[in-house]
């Protein structure tokens, strides 16, 4: 699996929108037409598995660690942003 390298969003209280789809045959982060991030993640959305997923994904391609981005909108929507802590 190759990530794109996000490290350019890495810095302090950065805000990162993505549409997230659960259920997906693979791990991977692509963006749109308009550049929006899209990640792909394998588990359902059952007890935050794929929010916690798109954390763990999201962080390695940007070179941080997980527990620098926190969740601001979207626990429960495929639209979701964090903050670089």
């Known amino acids: ?3 794109p390298d996000l490290s350019h969003l890495a810095h302090s209280n950065t805000l990162i929108r993505v549409r997230v789809t659960p259920k ?25 598995k794929a929010t916690t997923a798109v954390q763990k994904l999201l962080a ?19 639209d979701k942003v964090f903050r670089v802590e």
């Not at 991977?28 to 899209?38: E, P, S």
């Open 24 to 48: 997906a045959a693979a791990n991977r982060i692509d963006t749109d037409d308009t550049g929006a991030l899209r990640i792909y993640v394998t588990p359902a959305p059952t007890d935050g």
């Open 60 to 78: 390695k391609a940007m070179g941080i660690a997980r527990t620098r981005l926190v969740l601001q909108h979207g626990a429960h929507s495929r």
């Open 1 to 3: 699996m190759s990530l």
